[in-house]
C-alpha cells in the first residue's frame, strides 16, 4: 500500500489506519482472519484506544495477531489514553498517561508503542506533566513517537510549551458530511453559518505544522447517528454522485469516500473502523485511486456544501 510520513516523524505508515474500536465484535478465527487480510493488503497500521472494550480490543487484537517479537516488528501500533469513563472525567496528568502506557503495553503484549496520543483534551491540563509522562516514556523506549486527538491549535500550541516531542498527529472527526473544517475555508469573512471558525483552523495548522490528520468515523454523518453511503433519503444527491464516480472507476461507493479524505493535499490517514473484510479490501483500494479536482468538488457539493 502506498505510504506516508507520520507528521516530521521517519517513520513511513500506510495511508489508511485500521481501527480497532469493534474488533471485540469478532470471535477468534473472525478476529484472526480480520487481521491478516489486513496485514495482507499491506494495512499494518493498527489503531487502538485504552477505553476500545475497557481494554479489552488490545487483548483480542494482541491474540488475533499472535502476537511475538517477530510478529512486532510487522506491524505499527498506535494507542490513545486520556479519558476516564469510569471517573466521567478526562487526565492528562503524568500518573495516569504512565500507568494507562504500561497497561496498554501489557495488554498488547509489546514493549512499545510506536505512537501515543492523547485522548480527547482535558481543560485541566498542565503541560509540564504531560511533558514529564513523555519524557520518561520516550527515555524508556516504550513510545517513539507522540500526537494528540481531537485538539485545536492552541491546545496543540499550549502543549507544545513545555512538551519538546514532535506531535505527529492530530485525530479528528472528517468525513465528507462532517467536512467545517474545509467549509469554514471557503467562507472568510462571510455572513453565513458555514463562515463560522469552529475548530481554529486546524487543518491549515496542521499543515503549517507538517501535523498528519487522521480523519476518524470517514463514513459517518452528525456524532454517530449513521452513514451516509447508500442513504438516499438523507443524502440522494451525495450517493448519485459517489455512484457515478465509483462505476467510473469501477469500485465501490466505500473506495471512493475514502479516496476523498487521500486526495486533499494535507496527506491524511484515515481511520478505517469496519471489520467487514470486504468493506476493509475496499477502503484500502482507494489507496491506488486519485480524484481529479473536479470529482472532489462534485461530491463535496452533492453533500449539500454551497461554494460562495
Not at 27 to 43: C, H, I, M, N
Not at 55 to 83: H, N, T, W, Y
Not at 284 to 289: E, Q, S, V
Request: charged letters at 20%; glycine letters at 6%; proline letters at 5%.
Amino acid at each position: 500500500m502506498r505510504t506516508i510520513k507520520l507528521g516530521t516523524s521517519t517513520l513511513d505508515v500506510p495511508v489508511v489506519a485500521v481501527g480497532c474500536m469493534r474488533i471485540n465484535s469478532l470471535d477468534k478465527p473472525q478476529a484472526e482472519r480480520f487481521v491478516r487480510t489486513a496485514l495482507d493488503l499491506g494495512a499494518n497500521f493498527f489503531e487502538h484506544a485504552d477505553i476500545y472494550g475497557t481494554g479489552k480490543c488490545e487483548e483480542i487484537f494482541a491474540d488475533a495477531i499472535q502476537m511475538s517479537p517477530s510478529v512486532r516488528d510487522q506491524v505499527i501500533l498506535q494507542s490513545k489514553c486520556g479519558i476516564r469513563p469510569d471517573k466521567g472525567m478526562f487526565d492528562f496528568s503524568k500518573e495516569h498517561i504512565l500507568t494507562s502506557v504500561d497497561a496498554i503495553l501489557k495488554r498488547l503484549r509489546t514493549d512499545y508503542l510506536d505512537v501515543l496520543l492523547l485522548h480527547r483534551p482535558d481543560t485541566l491540563v498542565e503541560p509540564e506533566e504531560v511533558a514529564a509522562a513523555f519524557d520518561q516514556l520516550e527515555s524508556s523506549g516504550k513510545v517513539r513517537h507522540f500526537g494528540v486527538s481531537n485538539q485545536n491549535p492552541m491546545q496543540i500550541e499550549l502543549l507544545k510549551k513545555s512538551v519538546k516531542q514532535p506531535l505527529v498527529a492530530n485525530q479528528l472527526q472528517l468525513s465528507i458530511t462532517n467536512a467545517t473544517m474545509i467549509s469554514q475555508g471557503f467562507n472568510v469573512n462571510m455572513e453565513n453559518g458555514a463562515a463560522v471558525n469552529r475548530d481554529g483552523s486546524i487543518l491549515d495548522y496542521c499543515r503549517l505544522n507538517d501535523i498528519t490528520i487522521q480523519p476518524w468515523s470517514p463514513f459517518q454523518y452528525g456524532f454517530f447517528e449513521g452513514v451516509f453511503l447508500g442513504n438516499n433519503e438523507k443524502f440522494p444527491e451525495l450517493n448519485k454522485t459517489i455512484d457515478e464516480i465509483a462505476a467510473k472507476y469501477g469500485v465501490s461507493n466505500t473506495t471512493i469516500a475514502v479516496a476523498w479524505l487521500l486526495r486533499h493535499p494535507a496527506n491524511m490517514q484515515p481511520v478505517i473502523g469496519t471489520m467487514n473484510i470486504e468493506r476493509l479490501q475496499d477502503c484500502c483500494k482507494a489507496a491506488d485511486i486519485r480524484l481529479t479536482r473536479e470529482e472532489w468538488y462534485s461530491i463535496f457539493r452533492s453533500a449539500g456544501n454551497i461554494l460562495p
